[in-house]
């Protein structure tokens, strides 16, 4: 099966400071999308950012932004001037390049304290 | 413009009564996907449904089944309900097949199995 692993189930970060969250994954296409989703206490899901495999440089969304790491099949997320409102659950996503779904990770605890 | 719609929100069922939810995706939106959300097992895709026509499905007993109508909107059914099919169910949709569009999320559909 082709999975997507995130090693830390709880991270916490003081406010205002910088936090990097880890994902790893496999897959046998060259092509295909990885995805950070936020997910608060409502339970949305709430896209963070998107990285497409084949392009190099890594994407930036505001205070969030990605290391994609292709041959190592690495894509973490790396948020800046952390805020109370960045308390939630984070999944790391792969979708492939057919159709519309997606594997997701375990999922991180993000805790921002004050 | 309105986000994805799920319905109901909550509900409470019976083992071995069946359960139908509702998905209205994002105006335009032809491609649904549902998935499951427990602490055990995360998340994990069901189905995806394009053109009424279901185009991936995930590794769940037929039990689950779903249809998409020809105004997108979406339902699921679980039919014989267990205790482990306590979850939340999210929706989401994605304007057509084509893996680099994004996908969005409803806020879920709580259901608890007793």
């Known amino acids: 099966a082709q999975t997507v692993t995130q090693s830390q189930p709880e991270m916490s970060v003081q406010e205002a400071e910088t936090v990097t969250l880890s994902c790893t994954y496999d897959?046998?296409?060259?092509?295909?999308?990885l995805f950070w989703y936020k997910q608060p206490p409502s339970r949305q899901m709430i896209l963070v950012i998107r990285?497409?495999?084949?392009?190099?440089q890594n994407a930036t969304e505001n205070r969030f932004s990605v290391n994609f790491q292709k041959a190592a099949k690495s894509f973490s997320l790396k948020i800046s001037d952390s805020q109370l409102g960045d308390t939630a659950m984070y999944f790391c996503?792969?979708?492939?390049?057919?159709?519309?779904?997606?594997?997701f990770g375990g999922g991180t605890r993000l805790m921002v304290k004050p | 413009k309105a986000g994805v719609t799920q319905t109901p929100r909550y509900l409470i069922k019976t083992r071995g009564q069946q359960v139908t939810l509702s998905c209205s995706p994002i105006?335009?939106?032809?491609?649904v996907s549902w998935y499951q959300q427990t602490p055990g097992q995360g998340l994990q895709f069901l189905f995806e449904y394009f053109s009424e026509t279901q185009r991936n499905k995930g590794n769940f007993p037929g039990r689950f089944s779903g249809r998409q109508f020809s105004n997108s909107r979406s339902e699921m059914n679980v039919s014989t309900l267990e205790l482990g099919d306590s979850a939340l169910y999210l929706c989401?949709?994605?304007?057509?097949?084509?893996?680099?569009?994004?996908?969005?999320f409803g806020e879920g559909s709580w259901l608890t199995v007793v």
């Open positions: 897959t046998s296409e060259n092509n295909y999308y």
């Open positions: 105006s335009g939106h032809r491609s």
């Open positions: 996503a792969r979708r492939n390049n057919a159709g519309n779904m997606l594997t």
């Open positions: 989401a949709s994605s304007i057509d097949w084509a893996s680099g569009n994004t996908i969005y």
């Open positions: 990285q497409e495999a084949y392009k190099q």
